[in-house]
């Protein structure tokens, strides 16, 4: 019988019993049904036949099924019917199962039923992603198209994650085998290739790194330089006036390496610093260069840091360089007291308020005598 029939079967007894006999019917599938789960045979009516219905349901497996009727009874020979369902749901045939989509592309593949549906029939397209969709949501095939390819384009939009993506596209429909469609999208963010990821510069210093993209990236790229420190800049054209902080990369010279020169500015502070360079764009995969600053500001060390002087006396401390110096450093002294005087050269007429360090007597004290009038 044909899925969502029905046909019947007659039973009798073949002998005439002495008693009632009551006969029992029993599917083996579920999806196969009778109208009558027992039959009461009697002397009297033992040779008449009795009908029995069984139905075929419609199920969605979209292939051919059986079953058995067993009938069985106390003081009965059994017997068996055997069914056999022929399905009516339609297969789908695919042109492809799966796709692969550049981001900000499309791709096609085509679809048509794999026998007449005997009527029309509805197939919905859905995207498990919502990037990924389609140009159709739904097909309808008839018993004249259903052996005609249908095309539907596959859509993948640009996001914002720099990562490739899935999706799925799945074909539904009453009487319709499902079918599905996957699809990979390939993220057109491209990486950018550093020379390095981390400079070390002396204080007025510079140093350069080099960029270029990983990958072909089909149109123009962009890169932004930026820096978190503002004593530590950032210059991609030397020839132009003023630090540059742009990058541009073409689809004929990613794979060139441009070159970045880093320059890190005096300051006061007398200690090593840190800096971020970060490189960002459009459709870029983010990166950056950390800088450490070498500072080349030298500390004084003093010993005492305090005095106590009678008025009318004078005391001394000494002074000398925390490191050496690289060159020569001068250090001038002044006091915020009038009363208060200092002098670095007794031995000279008149007091000097100077100190003189050199890469050679950097680590030497020299002394200096302090009055108060």
Same mark, same amino acid.
């Given at each position: 019988m044909d899925e969502g029939a029905s046909e019947t079967f007659t039973v009798r007894l073949k002998s005439k019993p002495y008693n009632t006999r009551t006969v029992n019917l029993a599917s083996t599938n579920s999806d196969v049904t009778v109208n009558k789960t027992s039959l009461t045979f009697t002397p009297t009516n033992w040779s008449q036949t009795q009908t029995v219905t069984v139905r075929a349901a419609h199920d969605a497996d979209g =292939? !051919?099924?059986?079953?058995?009727?067993? #009938?069985? @009874? !106390?003081r009965i020979n059994t017997a068996s019917v055997g069914v056999t =369902?022929?399905?009516d749901d339609v297969g789908l045939i #695919?042109? %492809? %199962?799966s796709l692969t989509v550049v981001e900000g592309g499309s791709k096609t593949f085509r679809a048509k039923l794999s026998k007449n549906p005997g009527g029309t029939r509805t197939v919905t397209l859905a995207s498990t992603n919502s990037d990924v &969709? =389609? !140009?159709k949501t739904s097909l309808t095939f008839t018993t004249s198209n259903w052996n005609a390819y249908q095309t539907v384009r596959v859509y993948a939009a640009h996001d914002s994650d720099k990562v490739d993506d899935t999706a799925r596209i799945n074909l539904t429909g009453t009487r319709v085998v499902t079918g599905s469609v996957n699809v990979t999208v390939i993220d057109d963010d491209v990486e950018l290739t550093l020379s390095t990821s981390s400079l070390t510069i002396q204080e007025g210093g510079s140093k350069t790194f080099t960029v270029r993209l990983a990958t072909w990236p089909g149109n123009n790229r962009t890169i932004n330089l930026s820096s978190t420190n503002s004593d530590v800049t950032v210059d991609t054209n030397t020839s132009a006036t003023g630090n540059q902080t742009v990058l541009t990369f073409t689809a004929s010279n990613w794979n060139t390496a441009q070159t970045v020169t880093v320059r890190a500015a005096h300051d006061a502070d007398g200690v090593n610093d840190t800096a971020t360079i970060s490189l960002t764009g459009s459709k870029v995969n983010t990166a950056s260069v950390g800088v450490t600053v070498i500072d080349d500001d030298v500390g004084l060390i003093l010993s005492p840091s305090s005095l106590t002087i009678i008025e009318g006396g004078s005391k001394t401390f000494r002074a000398k360089l925390s490191k050496n110096p690289g060159g020569t450093r &001068?250090? &001038?002294l002044a006091s915020n007291n009038t009363d208060v005087t200092v002098d670095t050269k007794s031995t000279v007429? @008149?007091?000097? !308020? %100077?100190? &003189?360090f050199t890469t050679s007597n950097w680590n030497a004290y020299q002394t200096v005598r302090v009055y108060a009038a």
């Open positions: =292939v !051919n099924d059986t079953a058995t009727i067993n #009938l069985t @009874g !106390n =369902v022929i399905d #695919l042109s %492809s %199962s &969709t =389609v !140009n &001068t250090v &001038t007429v @008149g007091k000097q !308020n %100077s100190l &003189t």
